[in-house]
């Protein structure tokens, strides 16, 4: 299989408890992103690389959140003394940047099948 | 921020009927995305929309890229079980594809 993975699909935790989840992208893909998806709403923008740089940052993502791509491959995120309000599924999502040439397009984001995190 | 809005919000129907949703932004969308999620996956584009007025299909479905480009519909003919999951429209707002989605409509089809 050669899409997007994430490891792992879920994870359980008590509250004030550091959790790690992992994404593998496709393998080439420069752009590296990841959302926050909670119940009955669409995907948040988090954070983004592109190849083992992080770029922007968003306003959700709290001084208890990390994210890292050390090599421009894989990346991990780290949430530190979670709370009850982290609980929400993690969507990692990777795409190859191309030169854009004139009109309008979309590098397509290929999403992996995200970490289900539920902090009790 | 930017928002966005899709209605209806979820949707009930028949094994062969077809179906049509829409979205709403309050800010200029110059590319308009279609996503489905099925249960437990990550989301899945449909359909890109890059031009005002577009109309573009994709075998059963077909999306307009609306003429003041803060809209877009999406239609599914002829639906079929495996349509269910949750549509999402999107659109990427930064030069690095920062991608906003709405909240989703949530579509099931009764066979």
């Known amino acids: 299989d050669t899409g997007v993975s994430q490891n792992p699909r879920h994870k359980i935790t008590k509250r004030g408890q550091n959790v790690t989840f992992r994404c593998d992208p496709i393998s080439e893909h420069n752009r590296l992103y990841w959302y926050r998806q909670t119940l009955g709403q669409g995907p948040e923008f988090l954070t983004y690389f592109q190849n083992e740089a992080q770029l922007e940052k968003s306003r959700l993502l709290s001084d208890r959140f990390s994210a890292e791509r050390p090599k421009g491959s894989f990346s991990t995120l780290e949430i530190q003394r979670t709370e009850q309000g982290d609980s929400a599924m993690y969507l990692c999502?990777?795409?190859?940047?191309?030169?854009?040439?004139?009109?309008?397009?979309?590098?397509?984001?290929?999403f992996g099948p995200g970490t289900r995190l539920t902090v009790l | 921020g930017q928002q966005l809005n899709q209605s209806p919000q979820s949707m009930f129907i028949q094994e062969g009927e077809d179906v049509s949703m829409n979205c709403t932004s309050s800010s200029i969308f110059n590319t308009w995305l279609w996503y489905k999620q099925d249960p437990g996956e990550g989301p899945v584009l449909l359909i890109a929309l890059y031009k005002a007025g577009e109309l573009t299909s994709n075998g059963r479905l077909t999306a307009q890229f609306g003429i003041t480009r803060k809209d877009s519909f999406l239609n599914i003919s002829a639906s079929i079980p495996s349509d269910v999951g949750i549509y999402f429209c999107?659109?990427?707002?930064?030069?690095?594809?920062?991608?906003?989605f709405g909240p989703g409509t949530s579509l099931s089809v009764i066979p």
């Open positions: 999107a659109g990427p707002k930064t030069s690095y594809d920062k991608v906003i």
């Open positions: 999502a990777s795409s190859l940047a191309e030169i854009r040439r004139g009109v309008n397009s979309y590098n397509e984001q290929f």
